[in-house]
């Protein structure tokens, strides 16, 4: 049985329109691989169960073996050899799926393959793998070609530790921008220090590798910036003593570590970056917080314009 949880309470506080969707979920259990999908036909492999679904999937599916969301097979062993959590767009399952999708270990294989979440780290990467099925209709087409999709591209960068050592330097800029109270403050460290150490860092590299950074500042930052945000949203809502009474809270494990924090624990926490912990997950975290203290309407384009959040502190700064 998937958790439920109130995804649209808290979605709607987070991202527009995000409380809305529907996404498709490749579900591994110890009593095989289900199928939760609102959005259409089903690969052949799936068949229909007497189960009944959460309300955005009132039909679930089983599998006849184990398989990978292109429609190959597995064994058991592969299935049981690294934890599963991952969206998959429609062209990454190589049209086996007509739709996004999103494959995810049950809580209960998590903690049999040694990873010990409790639920409310299994609902935030939840609401982190299917915001990414989410952001597949926002991106410009223009903006997201394989060649900027590539992970090549960025993927030295990633692991080499002088490279990494400049972005040290820039997320200190970040954060203490994000500390800082007055605009005149923030404007200064953006515009006059961080943007030029950035287009200073972009010289170095080859031009591929810079626009799919940018890419992967997006996709990565804004799904980080969904899960936390979305976390706090769940803390917020469980201490509220109205809400307490008005609902029976089997839903939430209790998110009481979100529930006496707010968005100032994430400025210094962004600074924290190694080849393990890779580096666009929090430049494209920190930048989003940025745009949410200085242009508020940001989510409206920020996956339709050239250079995305980077692009975007840039507008700013004009």
Avoid at 255 to 263: N, P, V
Wanted: charged content about 25%; glycine content about 4%.
């Amino acid at each position: 049985r998937i958790p439920a949880f109130r995804f649209g309470e808290v979605a709607k506080e987070v991202w527009p329109g995000f409380s809305e969707f529907k996404t498709s979920v490749i579900y591994f259990t110890n009593e095989g691989q289900f199928l939760l999908n609102p959005k259409g036909a089903v690969p052949q492999e799936y068949h229909q169960t007497k189960f009944k679904g959460p309300t955005w999937s009132p039909a679930i599916y089983k599998a006849s073996g184990w398989y990978n969301p292109d429609g190959n097979k597995l064994t058991e062993a592969e299935v049981n050899s690294a934890y599963l959590a991952s969206a998959y767009s429609s062209e990454q399952t190589e049209k086996h799926f007509a739709y996004s999708v999103f494959a995810l270990d049950s809580i209960g294989r998590f903690h049999m393959k040694d990873m010990k979440w409790d639920i409310d780290d299994w609902s935030a990467i939840f609401w982190h793998e299917v915001f990414h099925n989410y952001q597949d209709d926002l991106y410009h087409p223009n903006l997201i070609s394989r060649e900027v999709t590539n992970f090549s591209n960025v993927k030295s960068f990633v692991e080499y530790e002088k490279f990494l050592n400049k972005i040290r330097k820039e997320l200190n800029i970040l954060s203490d921008a994000l500390k800082a109270e007055d605009v005149k403050t923030k404007k200064s460290l953006i515009c006059d220090r961080l943007i030029p150490m950035k287009l200073k860092r972009y010289k170095s590299m080859p031009a591929k590798s810079v626009t799919s950074e940018q890419f992967y500042e997006i996709s990565e930052g804004t799904a980080r910036y969904v899960e936390e945000m979305m976390s706090l949203a769940a803390g917020k809502l469980l201490a509220s003593e109205q809400t307490k009474k008005k609902y029976s809270f089997n839903n939430f494990n209790s998110f009481k570590k979100y529930a006496a924090r707010d968005r100032k624990h994430y400025f210094n926490s962004i600074k924290d970056v190694s080849p393990q912990k890779r580096y666009f997950y929090n430049t494209g975290f920190g930048l989003a917080l940025l745009l949410d203290q200085v242009s508020p309407t940001w989510k409206e384009q920020a996956f339709k314009e050239k250079g995305f959040l980077f692009g975007l502190a840039q507008a700013w700064c004009k």
